[in-house]
């Protein structure tokens, strides 16, 4: 064994530690303490974690931007791995998972090794890597959360993606397609979709073109049954002008806390709105909604990040990555702490 000594149903774990909030992120301390962990209760699960994704959200986490944030504690809310203690079901599977608790309220999955409720645990597909599985996680869940909440896409349906080209944006364009409606995405620049999709999807290039004006074109007047604005302020008028009668609008982020609301045009347009928080989500929740999209998976209808070999990184080199994830990186950066 590299990373741990085990002994019995524990483990002597190197765990990635932020000991208290930093003022930039280039200045975040970050270390590497050993920690015994074990099956404390009925229900858990002890993973040796073959990989973590690292998503701007652990990175802000250190700077004190999430309200739930405690200190000190082992950031991360992704993992994929290989359950070593817990229900016998799942000693030996290739399990993976996300949270909105791991991480930000409780220690994470910035390490080589993780007590999480079994519940939580996900298999993994054959068809994709541990690296791949550990990036599924937030944007997968937070995408699928959104739409669980709106009303699932439907084949007819139009949904209009707004952020694109982000990491939700990417999910979300993968889910709706799958789902078997129309997709239309929205970028800040000329620019192609980055990502997979099960079919067409629709570019625009708000630098260039009025958005609400081409999507009402794009539709024969009608606009958008559904809106994913996983930006928020900057987009809310495009969106919302966007929205076809009866039309939904999900909310994941914002620049900014208040928006001018139209009211008129919100209750003559019977436009609902839905806000999405996957930092409310538990382990067991956040698995939940993973294992409606492990058919996408593994049918191959839905595809988990590119991992590219330069965005591995070992817990040694987390500060570089930390910068990196809210720096100008637009690949799915993961730790490897095992490899």
């Given at each position: ?28 301390a ?138 939700v ?26 990502g ?12 260039r ?16 049954d ?13 969106g919302?002008?966007s ?45 939940e ?51």
């Amino acid at each position: 064994m590299t990373a741990a000594a085990k002994t019995s149903s524990s483990v002597t774990a190197n765990c990635l530690r932020v000991a208290v909030k930093a003022d930039r992120i280039e200045n975040v301390a970050l270390g590497i303490e050993q920690r015994t962990l074990a099956c404390a209760r009925p229900g858990d699960a002890l993973v040796e974690i073959k990989a973590a994704a690292i998503n701007p959200s652990d990175a802000k986490a250190t700077l004190g931007l999430m309200p739930h944030a405690v200190f000190p504690r082992t950031p991360g809310r992704d993992f994929a791995g290989v359950v070593i203690d817990g229900p016998a079901d799942l000693i030996g599977k290739e399990v993976f998972g996300s949270s909105g608790q791991l991480g930000i309220g409780r220690d994470g999955t910035h390490a080589t090794h993780l007590v999480v409720e079994a519940s939580a645990l996900v298999e993994k597909p054959a068809n994709i890597s541990l690296a791949e599985a550990a990036g599924i996680g937030v944007p997968f869940v937070t995408a699928q959360e959104g739409f669980r909440r709106s009303g699932m896409p439907k084949p007819g349906e139009t949904v209009l993606i707004l952020g694109l080209n982000g990491k939700v944006g990417q999910a979300a364009t993968q889910i709706a397609s799958w789902q078997g409606a129309r997709v239309i995405g929205v970028v800040r620049k000329d620019e192609l979709y980055a990502g997979h999709a099960h079919g067409e999807v629709t570019v625009i290039d708000s630098s260039r073109n009025d958005v609400a004006a081409t999507v009402r074109e794009l539709t024969g007047g009608k606009g958008a049954d559904l809106v994913y604005n996983t930006v928020g302020e900057p987009y809310y008028d495009a969106g919302t002008k966007s929205l076809a009668h009866l039309g939904r609008q999900i909310f994941i982020a914002s620049t900014k806390a208040t928006v001018p609301f139209d009211i008129f045009a919100f209750y003559r347009g019977k436009h609902t709105f839905f806000g999405v928080d996957s930092l409310s989500l538990s382990s067991p929740e956040a698995g939940e909604i993973l294992r409606e999209l492990v058919p996408g998976f593994a049918s191959g209808a839905l595809k988990p990040f590119p991992i590219e070999p330069d965005a591995i990184y070992p817990l040694q080199r987390a500060a570089e990555a930390y910068v990196a994830v809210l720096g100008s990186s637009r690949d799915r950066l993961v730790f490897q702490p095992n490899g």
